[in-house]
T-cell receptor, first 110, second 115 residues
Framework: RKEVEQDPGPFNVPEGATVAFNCTYSNSASQSFFWYRQDCRKEPKLLMS???SGNEDGRFTAQLNRASQYISLLIRDSKLSDSATYLCVVRPGGYQKVTFGIGTKLQVIP | DAGITQSPRYKITETGRQVTLMCHQT?????MFWYRQDLGHGLRLIYYSAAADITDKGEVPDGYVVSRSKTENFPLTLESATRSQTSVYFC??????????????FGPGTRLLVL
């Protein structure tokens, strides 16, 4: 089983739609979780950290479910500019190394 | 406000040649990382460094060498390039924080083609 698993998609959604991605991780000792965004042929950039209590940043909501070992990203009112690949990132406690998921590609359609 | 830079941005080389990819950061971050990104694999860690003169292997270190004589520089050398090393290479840096929420900041990447 891969350390971090994501559905690569693509997810094709119309503008204004709500879309959700999940990401599962295998190491139950993992302590830090992140979502990164990567535009085509660009470097990954942090979208948001994922906290145990869940967190929201505008149209984006991230959740952590430790019991089932997955994190989620919800995007409301999708914009064309949200089209990108979303990378799930997991870090075991005490280490700086992180593991990246393969990424989920989102295409928002006019 | 340069942040983290990589050079060259594009490189074409031949099998068997030695190639060095450069990475420079201006934040004085302790940690630096080299990743490669390939279709179907996502980002995979090649090497990382916790400080000057401290380096460690990542997931796919074979065929690569790193050094870190200065905090701000972390060059990656392909000793004898192979076609399987054709990839996009990203350098990243981070600084440990109390909350463990430190972000990795990525350079713009180097696209390497080995013929």
């Amino acid at each position: 089983r891969k350390e971090v698993e994501q559905d690569p998609g693509p997810f094709n959604v119309p503008e204004g739609a709500t879309v959700a991605f999940n990401c599962t991780y295998s190491n139950s000792a993992s302590q830090s979780f992140f979502w990164y965004r990567q535009d085509c042929r660009k470097e990954p950039k942090l979208l948001m950290s994922v906290y145990s209590s869940g967190n929201e940043d505008g149209r984006f909501t991230a959740q952590l479910n430790r019991a089932s070992q997955y994190i989620s990203l919800l995007i409301r009112d999708s914009k064309l500019s949200d089209s990108a690949t979303y990378l799930c990132v997991v870090r075991p406690g005490g280490y700086q190394k992180v593991t990246f998921g393969i990424g989920t590609k989102l295409q928002v359609i006019p | 406000d340069a942040g983290i830079t990589q050079s060259p941005r594009y490189k074409i080389t031949e099998t068997g040649r030695q190639v060095t990819l450069m990475c420079h950061q201006t934040w004085s971050h302790s940690y630096m990382f080299w990743y490669r990104q390939d279709l179907g694999h996502g980002l995979r860690l090649i090497y990382y460094s916790a400080a000057a003169d401290i380096t460690d292997k990542g997931e796919v270190p074979d065929g690569y060498v790193v050094s870190r004589s200065k905090t701000e520089n972390f060059p990656l050398t392909l000793e004898s390039a192979t076609r399987s090393q054709t990839s996009v290479y990203f350098c990243a840096s981070s600084e440990p924080g109390l909350a463990g929420e430190e972000t990795q900041y990525f350079g713009p990447g180097t696209r390497l083609l080995v013929l």
